[in-house]
């Protein structure tokens, strides 16, 4: 199953933010997260084990970025109908703000055998004009 998505949000700030997938809409921390990232002049990794979500890309801060700078975020959720092994998440995604901006690949971990039936993202007030689209679900 993949998501993109375009998005900006809604509240004053600057730079970039982090959304975040929680599954079947379990808060507790079953999740796992890695990430490298960079902005031009530098570049970091993180990880993160037992954490109550995962990051899946970046918003663009609205009052503090150039007006009409989305962040974007390709997300792959492999395997999430089966229900023998954890379900893994992949997002590449990044966001320029006016020649200054980031990229970011992050991965993560979601620590139960269930088969995914909902999805939350969250992390911001989405802004107008922020999109989200889903592929990959079969039908009945």
């Not at 990430?35 to 990051?55: P, W």
């Not at 055998?113 to 107008?128: D, R, V």
């Amino acid at each position: 199953m993949q998501i993109r998505a375009i998005t900006r949000d809604g509240q004053a700030g600057t730079g970039f933010n982090n959304n975040i997938i929680r599954f079947n809409s379990d808060t507790g921390s079953n999740y796992s997260a890695h990430m490298v990232y960079g902005d031009g002049s530098s570049a970091a990794a993180a990880g993160y084990a037992n954490v109550t979500s995962v990051n899946v890309g970046l918003y663009s801060a609205a009052s503090g970025n150039t007006s009409g700078i989305f962040g974007v975020n390709v997300t792959d959720i492999l395997d999430y109908a089966d229900t023998n092994k954890y379900k893994t998440v992949r997002t590449l995604t990044g966001g320029d703000a006016n020649g200054s901006g980031v990229v970011l690949l992050s991965s993560g971990s979601w620590r139960n055998t269930n088969a995914i039936t909902s999805i939350q993202l969250s992390g911001a007030t989405y802004a107008q004009y922020s999109q989200f689209a889903l592929y990959g679900i079969k039908g009945a």
